[in-house]
């Protein structure tokens, strides 16, 4: 289980993370909405060591981990995998080689072991034909999937997506989504996903958390988000440009 | 009264700021370049990705650095044979000096400041970009260790290819001196190319700097690269630090090893 607990994080004179708690349970998809700035993907970095809390606390399986090393990072990033925004896929290698860069690296396999490997991760998200193509080749959607596939390498008990279906197509948004829910009912993984995405977060979010200036504004399933009285809530998820945030 | 009882308090408030900022800079230069050291012995590296880097530093630079350094020398011969036709006009000792200077001084500094602009914004920027596109947040995630991954391979090859370049940069700028004493002076070359001041402290001071500047530039601008932060302004900031800074760092290495070895060696 992972849970946040009053996480704050201040970045100069600007506080971001004003005490955030909240869980999230095993094999849920958890969605955290909320404006731009607001702190999401600040947040979920904090779970994989790649920020520190100025304040709080972050369990992971019953371990606090916020003040770890890098060195002890390592194991909790075998466990949590990370899809960035941007893809991230490195510029000079080619998409099997960014696959199989954490088989190497955290399980310290041989190259050509880790590149066999890789190219069945890769096909399992239907690259395989893109195996030995740079990234500079791609699309936003293949590079992706690329992500996806070296983020699931390790065959992790936690996946963080920041912004997954941004700068794609709906077509690939969808198949984003489906990965994800799959991930959830066939294997079990559990993911926090950070998006904007509307359409995504009513199809397969289990619960949302919404945040807002700061603090947690809401948390609860679809259903009760749509339900909610809530004048801040109501305005980000129907998209209204009037109403009471304020951003 | 106030306002003015303020003052001195803002002013000490300002100057404790800035020592911080530059207490905080030194410990996190230090700690890069410990860490550096540390991969250099235990690290794994990539395979050709040393090669890689000596390539894009000692090869890409050669031209550049062949190009300035021997402009520098005719320069320095050219304006030290006037000096000396004004003071004593006799130019036996001009080569013996100037290649004194050369070996024990000039080489090096020069070389690696040019070297400073070239590679040090290259690492500032690369580095820089990818911090800015997560690419280094992912590298972390994959369990490879920036600093191993990305300055590693840059720092040994900064190392061996900056003093490959200086040694030929040295040599270009000897040889384009000595033709310029030929065509403005009439100097021979046999009686330019004197090595009887040359002593074996003045070549090890010039080896020291080259391996100072060379594990210099690559820390220096990949530290800067690493500490990013912001969009592509950032990466301009970085860029625009490390080549301030790699030079500032040849230059306080210059005054601390010709103080040392001067102190050292007397002659």
Known sequence: MIRFQNIVKSFGPKEVLKGVSFDVQPGEVFFIIGASGVGKSVLIKHLVGLMAPDGGEVWLDGEEISRFDEERMFPVRMKCAMVFQHSTLFDSMTCVENVALPLRKHRGMTLPDSLADARRRLEAVQMEAFADAYPAALGDGMKKRVAIARALTLDPKYVLFDEPTTSLDPVSARRVDELIRRLSGELGVTSIVVSHDLSSIFTIADRIVMLYRGHVRLLGTPAEFKATPDGVVQQFIHGRAEGPMEL | ?267
């Open chain 2, 1 to 267: 009264m106030s306002a003015l009882a303020s003052s001195p308090a803002r002013l000490a408030g300002a100057v404790g700021a800035v020592a911080l900022d530059l207490a905080g800079g030194a410990r996190e230069l230090y700690s890069v370049f410990a860490r550096t050291l540390y991969y250099v012995v235990r690290g794994k590296r990539e395979r050709g990705a040393t090669l890689r880097q000596m390539y894009e530093i000692g090869n890409k630079s050669l031209l550049f650095l062949t190009v300035t350094m021997g402009c520098i020398g005719m320069i320095l011969v050219y304006q030290a044979g006037l000096q000396t036709k004004r003071v004593v006009p006799d130019f036996t000792m001009v080569g013996a000096t100037y290649l004194e200077l050369l070996v024990r001084d000039l080489a090096a500094s020069l070389g690696s400041l040019m070297l400073a602009t070239r590679v040090g914004a290259g690492i500032a920027a690369e580095i820089g970009s990818m911090v800015v596109t997560e690419q280094v947040d992912a590298l972390r995630m994959c369990a490879a260790d920036p600093i191993d991954y990305l300055l590693v391979p840059r720092f040994i090859a900064s190392l061996v290819m900056t003093a490959v370049l200086i040694v030929w940069g040295g040599t270009v700028a000897f040889l384009a001196g000595g033709v310029t004493a030929y065509v403005a002076f009439d100097v021979p070359f046999a009686t330019f190319a004197n090595v009887s001041l040359l002593a074996w402290s003045d070549l090890l001071t010039g080896f020291l700097k080259c391996i100072a500047y060379g594990a210099a530039i690559p820390i220096v601008s990949g530290h800067a690269g690493l500490s990013t932060f912001g969009g592509s302004e950032g990466v301009g900031w970085a860029t625009t630090r490390a080549v301030v800074n790699s030079s500032l760092a040849v230059i306080i290495l210059n005054l601390v090893i010709s103080a040392s070895t001067f102190l050292a060696f007397p002659k």
